[in-house]
């Protein structure tokens, strides 16, 4: 009951809400570098959800990043 009572410290309020995940579609075969990983999650963080950097919350295919780009 100790470590429910506790769960309010797991949290860091201010940074509910941020990003620490990103995904994007890339072309079959290509590998990403650790840039283009920190350049979209970057890019998540600061202007949100789209076809090309996206969390887990959002549906979007390859085609919606091909005709986003």
Sequence with gaps: MESA???SGWV??????AFYLGLWWIPAGQIPTLDDALAR??????????????SL?????????????
């Design 5 to 7: 009572t506790a769960r």
């Design 12 to 17: 860091n309020p201010g940074r509910a809400g």
């Design 41 to 54: 999650l970057q890019a998540l963080r600061a202007n949100g959800p789209s076809p090309l950097p996206f």
């Design 57 to 69: 919350r959002e549906n979007y295919t390859a085609e919606d990043a091909q005709a986003f780009a």
